[in-house]
Nanobody
Framework: VQLQASGAGLVQAGGSLRLSCAASGRTFSTYVMGWFRQAPGKERDFVAAISRDGAITYYADSVKGRFTISRDNAKNTEYLQMSNLKPDDTAIYYC????????????????WGQGTLVTVSS
């Protein structure tokens, strides 16, 4: 499967942004999907993940209550709605998918999008 992330942008602190990740192929609904981010000079970190049917979601503590992950299996697309953005949220955001059923770690994800840059100004 190929993943294409979009929604990059520059936003002021306190603002909102929505990222999208479109997947090719017919097996999107069989993958756990996630979002990760990587700030300059730092490792790629888990942000959020969602189960195959969208019923279960997980979030990093740093984004809990501010970000919402969702998916539309009919459109082969996952989303990350980001609100109350902070300068620390500045990073390249990656969407990812896996068929292992795990959620939290980069090593569990096989498919990766190209990354989309989110910049939050103070």
């Amino acid at each position: 499967v190929q993943l294409q992330a979009s929604g990059a942008g520059l936003v002021q602190a306190g603002g909102s942004l929505r990222l999208s990740c479109a997947a090719s192929g017919r097996t999107f609904s069989t993958y756990v999907m996630g979002w990760f981010r990587q700030a300059p000079g730092k490792e790629r970190d888990f942000v959020a993940a969602i189960s195959r049917d969208g019923a279960i979601t997980y979030y990093a503590d740093s984004v809990k209550g501010r970000f919402t992950i969702s998916r539309d299996n009919a459109k082969n697309t996952e989303y990350l709605q980001m609100s109350n953005l902070k300068p620390d949220d500045t990073a390249i955001y990656y969407c990812a998918g896996n068929d292992s059923g795990n959620y939290w770690f980069t090593r569990d994800y096989v498919y990766w999008g190209q990354g989309t840059l989110v910049t939050v100004s103070s």
